[in-house]
């Protein structure tokens, strides 16, 4: 779009200038077929596109709601569009005719346009309901056709061909052909689960609730997208073409993009996006943030305006962190934790699977529970003396204990008074998990477990909350509303199997699940952590070593060196194999680690500034090489190489 020349709009002529209403902080306009649309300032960095409602914004828990007002506005308009600007920022405009639409930066150049930014409302296309980022449950295939299967398709003519029997009620679309097929037409689902691969449209039995609208912003051909967050099939890569909501061991996905066009967009709702044909389609959202972002620094002080900056740690936790499964007595803790200042390995703190708080973990808890489980307490084969035993290994060991939580209760009697307030949500493991989202539960979630503060333990590793998508956002909520009513000034710090936008602002770091002892895995933890700081996640660690089976030294040793450039460096092992403690492994090994560990704590000063100036200048503390030289296109899908900060180069070995 070529610039124009914006006209600023008295309030009196506003007024006369139907379909346009001023609101706080921008304007709502009527569009002929699609509805009203709100064009709002939402923070000094970042614009607000809400669509189908004349009603306040959504409020969200991506949302930071401490961040200052935004700036003021004008009201403008460029031939038959109208729209908002903001000084230093830029403006939007839309057509109310035909939902042409622009965001502009200063100087009335366009950043990012649509034709049309939305359909018309009332549309009975099928295509109308695409989901990107999810397949079918339960599929049943239509009769005809080659039995509902169809290769060499696009989006459109897939879901075109569902258009055109009268029995599909529901289609699902490859972007990328699975074997020769790639579009399914459906008779029948019985609902959707996430798949990154995959479009799903139409309905399913009962019908999925389909909430929010489909918009439309045009793409450059060359526009590459990064930041939506990784699982295992795509951590080994920066750039995506789809986004979508989406927790689960070892994936974090979040609606979120920025894009090398020069702006960075969040979608709120449940909303999906996908870039295809020459246009980047969000389906089934509310409200969209677009923020003018020219490079990923831009894009991060954008992302972090509305969703909150990043908290800064404790500075132990940017130490050594030692975890395993199976520190299973009290003489077992009292014999190893000595070793590593016997063998001069730093650390700053342990930390405790199930056997901190029970003797037996809760996986083969009935619905009702167990009458004797302790949700709150201590098992007496570890922590005995529990307030003495922290005490002690703080002060003579210099060691801080953190504990695992799960988001579930086990106990007979806490269950069934939590059961009585309607407290448990669907889902989880036989129905006990908590909802975390309910204030009353948090507040006495809060109080039962504000003596484990009091007693000495230092922080929270969350774990196996992935029951529905903010789980572990309000599950930190309650657990930084225990810190803060016992002492406001001490910084939060949890460990959290998934990460949603906004947990930053808590002090909540994401690890990467539960992951393999192996060299593949190795290869792409770096990728899993730099696609989490572009979605605006700054700490992320890892179970160095890999968890689920036994590791080797040489495999471990690597893992240690490229730990000591990881945001958060944290070793974690299962019950059965051998720890990932030095002391444990061949001498070679263990002097190797060790050699990693001084050369980390060497780093903290450092790090310690690079987390503060992400926390009040918005920039990340792992970044992709692409970030600083996005003209080298080598740099765009590089993960095996960052920059801690900006500089030196981390290029650890991980092969």
Known sequence: MRSAVAILLSAAALAAASPVTPIPNGISVQTVSSGVVRLTVESNLAFRVSVGKNGPVT????????????????????????GISVSGLGSVMIDPNSTQFAMQDPSGTAIVTSRQLLQPSGGSSICDTARPGFDAQDPVRISGDNGGALSGQTQESCCSACDSFSECTAWVYAPVPDQQDNCWLLKSASG????????????????????????????DSSAVYYGSGAGQSNAGTLSRTSGFEHVENRESDAPVYWSSQGYSAIGLQAASWQARD???????????????????????????????????????????????????????????????????YPIDAYISDFSWFTAQDDYNCPSDGWSWYSDFGYSNLTYPHPKEQLSYYRSALNMRMMGIRKPRLCNTELLSYARSQGWLVEGGLNGRDLNYSIPAMRQWYSKNQAHFRTDGVAGYWNDEGEVYYFQFYWWNLAEVETLQSLNATERFFSINRAYTPGMQRMGAVYWTGDINPTWQQLQITPGYMLNQGIMGNPYTTCDIGGFTSQTNALLLTRWYQAGVFLPIMRVHSTESATPHFPFLWEPAAANAMRDALNLRYQ????????????????????????????????????????????????????H
């Open 603 to 654: 780093l903290i000063p450092a790090l310690n500034s690079l987390a503060y100036r992400a926390a009040t200048e918005g920039k990340l503390i792992m970044r992709p090489l692409m970030a600083s030289f996005f003209a080298d296109t080598n740099t765009h899908d590089l993960t095996s190489q960052w920059l801690p900060g900006g500089s030196p180069l981390g290029a650890p070995p991980l």
């Open 278 to 344: 020459g246009s980047v389609v969000w389906s089934q959202v509310d409200d969209l943030y677009l923020i003018p972002a020219a490079d990923i620094d831009a894009s991060t002080r954008g992302m972090w305006s509305i969703t909150g900056a990043p908290s800064m740690l404790p500075r132990w936790a940017l130490g050594f962190l030692a975890s395993r499964w199976g520190w299973n007595s009290e003489e077992y803790i009292n014999t190893t934790l000595p070793q590593f200042r016997q063998g001069n």
């Open 59 to 82: 409020e969200y828990p991506f949302l930071d709601d401490s961040r200052p007002a935004p700036p003021s506005f004008q009201t403008v308009n460029s031939g038959s569009m109208v």
């Open 192 to 219: 959707v689960f996430p798949s990154s691969d995959r479009v799903f449209g139409g309905q399913t039995e009962p019908p999925t609730p389909i909430v929010g609208s489909t918009i439309t912003l045009d793409a």
